[in-house]
Structures are given as C-alpha cells and as structure tokens.
C-alpha cells in the first residue's frame, strides 16, 4: 500500500512554498527571487527570529527543579478527577458544575489581571443555592500596588462568576502568598 504525501503545502502570496525558503536557509544560498522578494524576507527574518530563540532556549543550562515533574503529574492527575460540585441554578431547575471547573476559570482570570499569577483556587458551597464562598491565593510582582491588585482580581472574580458561570461570589477571600521579580 503506498503512502500519500499529506504535508499541507504554505505558500506566501508570491506563491512561493516556505518550505523552498527552509531549504535555501538551509545552504546559505538564497535565490535572487528571496533576496528581492518582500514576502520572502519578511517569512526569512520569522523563521530566523525562531531560529534563534530555539537556540537560546537549547543552550540554557538551566536545570528544572528536582521533582518538577513528579509536581506537574500530580496536579495533572488532581485536574482528570471531576470532584466536588456546586448547585447551579438554571430556568429549567438546578444544575451541578464542578468545583475544579469554576477553580479553572476563576485562576485563568485572575492570571488576566497583568502583575497576578493565581496559585490557588477553592470553591466553597455556602447554604444559598447559588452562591459560593471564592478562597483565592496568588503571586504577584515585586514592586506592585499590592491593595490595588488584590482589588482588581477580586472584581474580576465577581464578574466572571456571575456573567461566566451564573453564581454569585457571596465572599472572595485572596491571599498574597508569593512576589516574583521581572
């Protein structure tokens, strides 16, 4: 049985293949067509830029911490299991949401908030449906408006909560726990 070529073909507007660019990249010889085309600069200069952060990130001599993986397929692990729910109040009756799932969406935007890295996200049933009680902790840059930070993350919460999922954030509890420099 014979294989078929099934590499999608890119071509710039001057209908050359970037692949053709890659070759010539390759030998070090461009064709007159390269040198004067500006699609074709434009695509070598990108492929270059990629080039070379390949090769700064290739030879970083930094090593990852120990354990690092071992941390990742953990938390990798813990976000498979669906876990603890939340009532969800709908027109046609209550629903259920996971609690990891708000937890994902509240850190995504928290991590939105420029300065703020979220680090834990807990939801917590409260005994109005409908409601629950946000217990938040995040990293932020060294030198920043702390009180300043904390408030936008908090509103964003509240906003994505009512307007994202359709519960309300009866309290949002966020603790500084880390600065981070950069």
């Known amino acids: 049985m014979a294989l078929e070529h099934t590499r999608a073909r890119h071509r710039l507007p001057c209908t050359r293949d970037i692949e053709e660019l890659l070759d010539e990249l390759d030998t070090g010889v461009p064709s007159s067509h390269t040198r004067d085309c500006p699609h074709c600069t434009t695509a070598l200069r990108g ?3 990629l080039h070379d952060a390949t090769r700064t990130l290739l030879a970083d001599p ?3 911490p120990v354990g690092l993986l071992d941390r990742i ?3 990798v692990r813990a976000e498979a299991r669906r876990g603890e729910v939340v009532a969800l109040p709908t027109e046609l009756g209550n629903a259920e949401i996971s609690t990891r799932a708000v937890a994902s969406l509240l850190r995504f935007a ?7 890295r979220a680090r834990h ?3 917590v049933s409260t005994d109005r ?5 946000v217990e938040m902790s995040v990293s932020l840059r060294y030198g920043s408006a702390m009180e300043a930070l904390v408030a936008e993350v908090r509103t964003r919460v509240m906003a994505v909560m009512s307007a994202n999922i359709g ?10 726990v880390d600065l ?3």
């Open 47 to 49: 492929i270059q830029a």
């Open 73 to 75: 397929m953990t938390a």
């Open 62 to 64: 930094e090593e990852p």
């Open 110 to 116: 928290a991590d939105a908030v420029p300065g703020v």
């Open 167 to 176: 519960l309300r954030a009866g309290v949002v509890d966020i603790d500084v």
């Open 121 to 123: 996200c807990g939801i």
């Open 180 to 182: 981070w420099h950069r």
């Open 129 to 133: 449906v409908g409601t629950v009680r």
